[in-house]
T-cell receptor, first 114, second 111 residues
Framework: GAVVSQHPSRVICKSGTSVKIECRSL??????MFWYRQFPKQSLMLMAT?????????EQGVEKDKFLINHASLTLSTLTVTSAHPEDSSFYIC??????????FGEGSWLTVV | LAKTTQPISMDSYEGQEVNITCSHN???????ITWYQQFPSQGPRFIIQ???TKVTNEVASLFIPADRKSSTLSLPRVSLSDTAVYYC????????????FGTGTRLLVSP
């Protein structure tokens, strides 16, 4: 079964509003989680590294004020897309590293901004 | 971070063995090689991971030569449901190194 879960799997929001996506590690604690976005027929693009109890580390070109990441607990990281616009519509995927083990990915979340 | 290079696409038929090779010339001593499978609108799914020589599990085998500058994912007797994108990633398994995805290999299995 899934070890990393995302919610919601699909969300539609109006342009200008904010939307939050949750990423949970189900049976392990994850000090670090990663957020990716993926456009159709393209590879995953790393957006940021989410660190529990501290600020996220963003990749070059990713607006940290637009994509707010909070990692308040060892099992939950959230990505908030603020003031969303149609160009933010994408597939967002999170992942978490199980300590001493491999990285597992969530099921992904489709965001459509209308 | 070690960069990986894979073929963009591959075609196969049901029942055939498929081998996908990945190049990672600047792999570091502590790096592991991990392969993921991704279906449309789903997150990547872990397939197999290895450090050297050969690793086999219930779905695939991973062959890594002594110099570790490449690796080959082998899928025995593929079926239509193996049509997906396969990603080869290289990274330190003990720390919190981020995984950066390359282009992946789009495998199409036909009847």
């Amino acid at each position: 079964g899934a070890v990393v879960s995302q919610h919601p799997s699909r969300v539609i929001c109006k342009s200008g509003t904010s939307v939050k996506i949750e990423c949970r590690s189900l049976d392990f604690q994850a000090t670090t989680m990663f957020w990716y976005r993926q456009f159709p027929k393209q590879s995953l693009m790393l957006m940021a590294t989410s660190n529990e109890g501290s600020k996220a580390t963003y990749e070059q070109g990713v607006e940290k004020d637009k994509f707010l990441i909070n990692h308040a607990s060892l099992t939950l990281s959230t990505l908030t897309v603020t003031s969303a616009h149609p160009e933010d519509s994408s597939f967002y995927i999170c992942s978490a590293r199980r300590e001493g083990n491999t990285i597992y990915f969530g099921e992904g979340s489709w965001l459509t901004v209308v | 971070l070690a960069k990986t290079t894979q073929p963009i696409s591959m075609d196969s038929y049901e029942g055939q063995e498929v081998n996908i090779t990945c190049s990672h010339n600047n792999i570091a001593t502590n790096d592991y090689i991990t392969w993921y499978q991704q279906f449309p609108s789903q997150g990547p799914r872990f397939i197999i991971q290895g450090y050297k020589t050969k690793v086999t599990n219930e779905v695939a085998s991973l062959f890594i030569p002594a110099d570790r500058k490449s690796s080959t994912l082998s899928l025995p007797r593929v079926s239509l449901s193996d049509t997906a994108v396969y990603y080869c990633l290289v990274g330190d398994n003990t720390g919190f190194q981020k995984l950066v995805f390359g282009t992946g290999t789009r495998l199409l299995v036909s009847p």
